[in-house]
């Protein structure tokens, strides 16, 4: 399905469609695997798509790639909805257990 809605015509031939494929099937299953929510596993998915751009198309090294994680995840579990980084349907476990796998 993931194939399908990525629209990956050449997955056979194609390494980099081979590579993203894996990329966010094994994102997805393990948020699957975490018993995320429908918009927590909408969330981590953007996610995952958000540092890949990062990487991709902003050539971010890794270390200016995980301060926008950081920014991201920022706020979450706090009232003050101004310092959150629109990730707060995250509880603080599952925003540590999602730095921890990325």
């Known amino acids: 399905k993931l194939e399908e809605y990525l629209k990956f015509k050449q ?3 194609s390494l980099k469609e081979a590579i993203l494929l894996d990329y ?15 918009i927590q596993l909408s969330g981590f998915m953007d996610l995952l798509n958000f ?8 050539h971010m090294s890794l270390g200016d790639n995980l301060k926008e994680l950081g920014k991201a995840m920022a706020g979450i579990g ?8 629109n990730l707060d349907f995250f509880s603080i476990e599952q925003a540590k257990a999602v730095i921890d796998y990325l």
């Open 24 to 38: 966010y099937t094994a994102g997805f299953c393990w948020a699957k695997e975490m018993n995320f929510s429908l």
């Open 51 to 58: 540092l890949l751009e990062n990487l991709s198309d902003k």
């Open 78 to 85: 706090e009232t003050d909805s101004e310092g959150s980084g």
């Open 11 to 13: 997955l056979k031939t």
